[in-house]
């Protein structure tokens, strides 16, 4: 059997949508992105949705918002997908990485002494689709109010540092009943063609700002400067005697076109309706198979505050070395099972390692890293195909340990 790790979700309603945007004379940013916005917004509850190209241009976008920059920090896991940190690099800033808990999450006691007079924001990742733990996040921001040194509009208003939730795994993830979107400040979502939700290429920011921020007025000025820092989208300027435009701020290229933003428009709604509560059950599936092998770590799941969106399944082997979980993988792969690493921690990684980050300073992230291994996660997958994914990952691993 061969079981890739994670091919999209392509059906009939998506090629449908998608050949709409093509036949409808208007390709790029327009009327699918709007309804893709509205969609994000209306299932999140999140006030605000701006759809832009990736998640990494989201994440970047909303830190110049804030006016982050040259000499400011930002605080990040070492236990993330790159970019998370280059993000923070791209618009000037350095990363701050700090360790990470068992639940693979950043851990609170490294954010509260990571915190400096230069630190403007924190970007806790929902590894696998895991909610971090926001209340308490939250609660050290404010603590820590008296070393927020605000040097803009923005970051007078906020008056704290900024939480944005690198949100790329987790969109259907609750945290205290709230869909991610309308729990952190800003949250940014990831449409790349592995997440839950794909437009081949994409991202979200959802907009939660609290009072006095009126989140409308973000929107327009983030939509705005998304495109090129221009007054009038190309769908409204092609209009009839629309021509006139105005460049107001020094903008990024970073927005969504309509054909991929169709792909999100078909995908979104059967997501929460149906796909979302497929991964659930494959995820119990797997919970349930492996809670029996003494050599398994089963990753979080829910509990009394928060509820998965089963981006990844992240199954570790207790107490095993990293030389014999590669080896496990090896053995799975010649079984024709696409499994993978999520992730290796940044410092492991030549160019941060380069920027003298060293994984010793990380031993929780270096530990959850080197016993992982992600399983397929998808709705296509069948009860045959689980089954022989279980069994013949058992059989790995207990051949190797
Ligand atoms: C995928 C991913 C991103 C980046 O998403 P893009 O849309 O590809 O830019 C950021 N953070 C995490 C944790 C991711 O897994």
């Known amino acids: 059997m061969k079981i890739p790790f994670s091919p999209p979700f392509i059906n009939n309603t998506v090629i449908q949508e998608v050949t709409d945007a093509l036949e409808s004379g208007w390709i790029t940013t327009g009327p699918k992105v709007k309804r893709l916005e509205s969609l994000v917004s209306e299932h999140t509850k999140a006030p605000n949705t ?58 609170l006691p490294a954010i509260e002494k990571a915190i400096t007079k230069n630190t403007k924001a924190i970007i806790p990742v929902d590894i696998a689709g895991w909610p971090c733990d926001y209340d308490e996040i939250l609660e050290i921001a404010n603590n820590k109010k008296a070393l927020f040194n605000a040097q803009n509009d923005n970051q007078r208003k906020l008056g704290r540092l ?9 969109i259907g993830a609750t945290y205290n009943n709230q869909f991610l979107g309308s729990v952190t400040d800003i949250a940014v979502f990831s449409f790349h063609a592995v997440k839950n939700v794909t ?78 509560s497929k991964r659930r059950t494959i995820y119990e599936f797997y919970q349930s198979f492996f809670k029996d092998k003494p050599w398994a770590v089963l990753p979080p799941y829910k509990d009394n505050k928060k509820l998965s969106s089963c981006h990844l399944y992240a199954l570790r082997v207790h107490d095993i070395s990293e030389e014999k979980r590669d080896k496990i993988i090896d053995a799975i792969s010649k079984e024709g099972v696409a499994v993978n690493v999520h992730f290796q921690p940044l410092p492991l990684l030549t160019l941060f390692k380069e920027m003298g980050y060293n994984i010793n300073n990380y031993p929780v992230a270096y530990n959850n890293y080197k016993a ?30």
Request: glycine share 6%; with cysteine; net charge negative.
């Open 372 to 401: 992982e291994i992600s399983l397929p996660i998808y709705p296509q997958l069948n009860d045959n195909e689980l089954h022989y994914i279980v069994n013949t990952i058992a059989k790995a691993v207990e051949e190797n340990l």
């Open 199 to 276: 437009t081949a290429e994409g991202g979200a920011i959802c907009l939660n700002l609290p009072s006095p921020f009126n989140n409308d007025n973000e929107y327009n000025y983030l939509r705005c400067f998304s495109l090129n820092g221009q007054t009038k989208d190309a769908f409204t300027k092609s209009k009839a005697g629309g021509w006139r435009y105005d460049i107001i701020y020094p903008g990024l290229k970073i927005n969504m076109p309509d054909v991929l933003a169709a792909i999100g428009v078909a995908q979104l709604p059967d997501y929460f309706s149906s796909v979302l």
């Open 162 to 170: 900024l939480i944005i939730s690198d949100s790329a795994h987790s």
């Open 50 to 107: 701006l759809c832009v190209n990736s998640a990494t241009s989201g994440l970047m976008l909303a830190l110049k918002w804030f006016g982050v920059g040259s000499g400011d920090e930002v605080i990040i896991p070492a236990y993330t997908y790159s970019a998370t940190a280059l993000a923070v690099m791209h618009i000037g800033a350095t990363p701050i990485m700090v360790d990470v808990e068992s639940d693979f999450n950043i851990a």
